[in-house]
């Protein structure tokens, strides 16, 4: 598991999630 890529994922996730985009 890659924690770069679960760190990168979360913050792609939270920034959908906060923008709305």
Known sequence: LRLLS???Y???W???HRFGI
Do not use: G
């Open 10 to 12: 979360s913050l792609q």
């Open 6 to 8: 679960v760190c990168w």
């Open 14 to 16: 939270t920034r959908i």
